[in-house]
């Protein structure tokens, strides 16, 4: 359905933030985003990509999170979330400065089961159910960009 992706994503971002903040009330971070106002209503599921948005803001929370664990004095754990109209439809960014994606698993990530997360932690379903969405259910791509010790970037691109 014509869909606000905008609209979409702020809900996510805030409905991230709260669910982990509800876990763990020390949990703080700052949310930057970046809404192009000009953004046209993308046909979608809502639902689905709100699953995809919600998995990857969750996972750059705690991407920071671990980080300001392991850094506590002078960190500011950041999430973004930007999106902009593009010459092939719309992207959607969810970056953030927590310790990036070791090289030796990047080209895992987004394999079915592989996970990051201690036992009985996650599912293992989140990244690879998340390119499926978006790549086999909406006809978009799903890149990931990392910067050892400086974060990492999912870039969400959706046709029109």
Not at 32 to 51: A, C, K, S, Y
Not at 92 to 116: A, C, H, L, M
């Amino acid at each position: 359905e014509p869909t606000d992706l905008n609209k979409l994503a702020d809900e996510y971002l805030r409905l991230a933030y709260h669910g982990l903040r509800a876990k763990d009330k020390s949990f703080n971070a700052a949310m930057e985003t970046d809404f192009d106002p000009g953004l046209p209503e993308v046909n979608v599921v809502p639902q689905d990509i709100g699953r995809v948005l919600l998995n990857l803001i969750t996972n750059a929370f705690h991407a920071v999170s671990d980080r300001k664990q392991k850094e506590p004095e002078g960190f500011e754990p950041t999430v973004w979330v930007r999106t902009r109209k593009t010459d092939k439809g719309v992207e959607i960014s969810v970056r953030d400065n927590g310790g990036g994606i070791p090289e030796e698993i990047r080209e895992k990530i987004f394999q079915p089961f592989f996970t990051t997360k201690p036992t009985g932690e996650g599912t293992g379903l989140g990244l690879s159910m998340s390119y499926d969405i978006v790549t086999k259910g909406h006809g978009g791509t799903l890149k990931a960009r990392v910067e050892d010790n400086e974060g990492s970037e999912f870039i969400i691109n959706l046709p029109v």
